[in-house]
C-alpha cells in the first residue's frame, strides 16, 4: 500500500529553536494533514492543505503542500516546551480513495 | 459529546481471552475509522465505515478480529483469542465526510499478558 516516509525520526532540540520535518511520498498526495499527538491521547490535527504550494500557518506552525504532490514540510518556530511530542504527517493518496495514510511519526524533545 | 470518545481507557486481558473496545463517535460524523498503534509506531490502518456502505476491512490483520457499527453511530472492535501480539494502543476517529480530518479519541491501551 502507499507509504509516507517521514523525517528525521526523532529530535532534540533547546527551548527557542526552530525545527522542520518532511514527508515524502512515491505517489501523489491529494491531501496533506500534520498530527501532534501527546502521551497517552489520540493525534489532535494541527494544519490541512488541499491544493499544491499551498502555504498555511497556524500560530507558529507553517506547513507547505509541495508543488510535486508528493511531499510535505512542518516547521514550527520558536519551539516551547509543550511543543514536546510526536508529530504525524497524514495524506489522502488520491481522489476516491478515503483512508488516511500516516506517516511514522517525528518524536520532537526539548532539552532543558 | 463534544469528542470521540474511547472505552475503556485501558485494558488488562489474558492471552486467549476476548475483548471488546468501543467508539463513541462525534454526533453527525458519517465516517468512523480504527487504527491501532503499535509502541513507538505509526498508525495502522484496521477498518473503515462510510454511512451504510459496506465496511472497508482491508487493514484487519486476521480474522480473530472484526467490528461493527451499529445505528451508524457507535462502534465496536472485538478481538477473539488474543495474542501478545496484539498489545497495542487502539484508536478510533470519526470525520465528516470522506475527506475530511479526522478527530481522534484517546484510545484503549491493550495490554495481553
Known amino acids: 500500500g502507499q507509504q509516507l516516509n517521514q523525517s528525521p525520526q526523532s529530535m532534540f532540540i533547546q527551548e527557542g529553536e526552530d525545527v522542520s520535518m518532511n514527508c515524502t511520498s512515491s505517489?501523489?498526495?491529494?491531501?496533506w494533514l500534520w498530527y501532534k499527538q501527546d502521551p497517552g491521547e489520540g493525534p489532535v490535527l494541527l494544519i490541512a492543505l488541499y491544493k499544491a504550494g499551498e502555504l498555511t500557518s497556524n500560530g507558529r506552525l507553517t506547513a507547505q503542500f509541495g508543488i510535486t504532490r508528493k511531499d510535505s514540510f512542518l516547521n514550527i518556530s520558536a519551539s516551547i516546551p509543550s511543543d514536546v511530542g510526536i508529530y504525524f504527517c497524514a495524506g489522502f493518496p488520491n481522489f476516491g480513495n478515503e483512508k488516511l495514510t500516516f506517516g511514522t511519526g517525528t518524536r520532537l524533545t526539548i532539552i532543558p | 459529546g463534544a469528542g470521540v470518545s474511547q472505552s475503556p481507557s485501558n485494558k488488562v486481558t489474558e492471552k486467549g481471552k476476548d475483548v471488546e473496545l468501543r467508539c463513541d463517535p462525534i454526533?453527525?460524523?458519517?465516517?468512523l475509522y480504527w487504527y491501532r498503534q503499535s509502541l513507538g509506531q505509526g498508525l495502522e490502518f484496521l477498518i473503515y465505515f462510510q454511512g451504510n456502505s459496506a465496511p472497508d476491512k482491508s487493514g484487519l490483520p486476521s480474522d480473530r478480529f472484526s467490528a461493527e457499527r451499529t445505528g451508524g453511530s457507535v462502534s465496536t472492535l472485538t478481538i477473539q483469542r488474543t495474542q501478545q501480539e496484539d498489545s497495542a494502543v487502539y484508536l478510533c476517529a470519526s470525520s465528516p465526510s470522506q475527506t475530511a480530518g479526522y478527530t481522534f479519541g484517546s484510545g484503549t491501551r491493550l495490554t495481553v499478558v
Open positions: 505517489s501523489i498526495f491529494n491531501t
Open positions: 454526533s453527525g460524523h458519517t465516517a
